[in-house]
């Protein structure tokens, strides 16, 4: 059952954060890997996602929207250059905690912004039956996105859509030998 954009985005977010500890506290090191690639599969298409889907509902549906979805896109670039970094990490490496503190420093205060001010703004602006729309284009897009960071491609559609269906079977084809958790 696919229920309104911001309960599907929040769901996002806490699949994000749950992973976080599983990445810093975990000593084996096989696990911080499983949980590095499932942060970096989940938060890449969120991310793009939001890019192809969100943003330019924002830019639609709210007098400040445009302002809004620039502002994220920029946002999300900083946040793409450090998942870039981090994605390609070994736990063992000395920059490996302060790469996932910072990314998830910046992760967090998008977060914040997006579950307190933004979406709740966009869903006043919306029907039910738009919202329910907008989650299920949302799910389903990230689908065929790109499952790793490439903060040099472009972040807004139509370009970021074409860049992402060319990008994302590469991605997808390197994820079938990656290691991944046995119950996230």
């Known amino acids: 059952m696919v229920g309104r954009i911001i309960d599907t985005v929040k769901e996002d977010h806490r699949t994000l954060e749950a992973c976080y500890p599983r990445i810093v506290d975990e000593s084996d090191r096989k696990e911080q890997i499983r949980f590095q690639n499932l942060f970096t599969w989940e938060l890449a298409r969120n991310l793009v996602g939001k890019e192809v889907v969100l943003y330019p509902a924002l830019e639609k549906h709210l007098p400040d929207g445009a302002a809004m979805a620039s502002q994220n896109r920029n946002a999300n670039h900083t946040i793409k250059e450090d998942l870039k970094k981090f994605q390609s990490l070994d736990p063992s490496n000395s920059e490996y905690t302060p790469s996932i ?39 389903w897009t990230k689908i065929f996105l790109p499952t790793r960071a490439h903060p040099d491609a472009p972040s807004k559609p139509p370009f970021e859509t074409a860049v992402g269906l060319v990008t994302a079977p590469f991605d997808q084809l390197a994820d079938l030998f990656r290691k991944w958790p046995q119950h996230a």
Not at 124 to 137: C, I, Q
Request: proline share 3%; net charge neutral.
């Open 101 to 139: 503190q910072s990314l998830m420093s910046h992760l967090r205060q998008r977060i914040t912004d997006e579950e307190t001010n933004q979406l709740p703004k966009l869903e006043k602006a919306l029907t039910e039956k738009e919202s329910t729309h907008l989650s299920r284009s949302f799910s």
